[in-house]
């Protein structure tokens, strides 16, 4: 049971954990008061029924000593049901949280990117390559050039999948084009990019 212990990451399953520690606790008090009860010499026995009895708040003025032992062990019994229920529920919970924390903090883990490979071909209204236009990601240390061809490749780092960038294509003879893109995996390929003539 205390092994546990490791895979309690975050408060509802401290919780969960705490309430099913709790009913074991709870249970084996029941219990060991059943077992000396049982055990007890039947001229000790009458004592220990009758402080268990008040325990539980039943009236048994009008009954024999053999109707007392057995209403207290009947109770006893019911009470260590009882704790075996709230345990199992406990430790349902207990697991069911537990798988939710491991799956969310393995999700928080797959979400996070260390590089993302980003290029495209950019070309002018014509479709003529676009030589030494400036690629940059806003807020990021990202900046591609373009080569003869129109082409652009570089690698963005450390950024978390769902999130959205803004990517600046930037030369001095054509309007700078802004695009926002929002990152889903390792690559984005951004195909050919068109820049409009400064006139």
Do not use: C
Not at 172 to 177: G, K, R
Request: net charge neutral; hydrophobic share 45%; glycine share 4%.
């Amino acid at each position: 049971m205390w092994e546990s212990i490791k895979y309690i990451t975050s408060g509802l399953t401290l919780v969960a954990f705490i309430v099913a520690v709790t009913s074991i606790v709870i249970r084996e008090v029941i219990k060991n008061k059943k077992n000396l009860i049982e055990t007890a010499p039947p001229e000790d026995r009458a004592p220990l029924v009758e402080k268990a009895l008040e325990q539980y708040h039943i009236e048994t003025a009008a009954l024999t000593k053999q109707q007392k032992y057995n209403i207290i062990m009947e109770q006893i019994r019911s009470r260590v049901k009882k704790q075996k229920q709230y345990f199992r529920i406990g430790i349902f919970a207990f697991v069911i949280l537990a798988l939710i924390a491991v799956y969310a903090i393995r999700e928080a883990n797959d979400s996070t990117l260390e590089q993302v490979t980003i290029s495209g071909v950019v070309e002018d209204s014509s479709g003529n390559a676009i030589v030494g236009a400036i690629v940059t990601v806003e807020a990021h240390d990202f900046i591609a050039k373009t080569r003869s061809s129109g082409v652009f490749r570089d690698i963005l780092y450390n950024v978390t999948k769902g999130d959205s960038i803004l990517i600046n294509i930037m030369h001095e003879d054509y309007f700078i084009e802004p695009m926002n893109v929002t990152i889903r995996d390792s690559s984005i390929e951004l195909h050919i990019i068109r820049l409009r003539k400064i006139e």
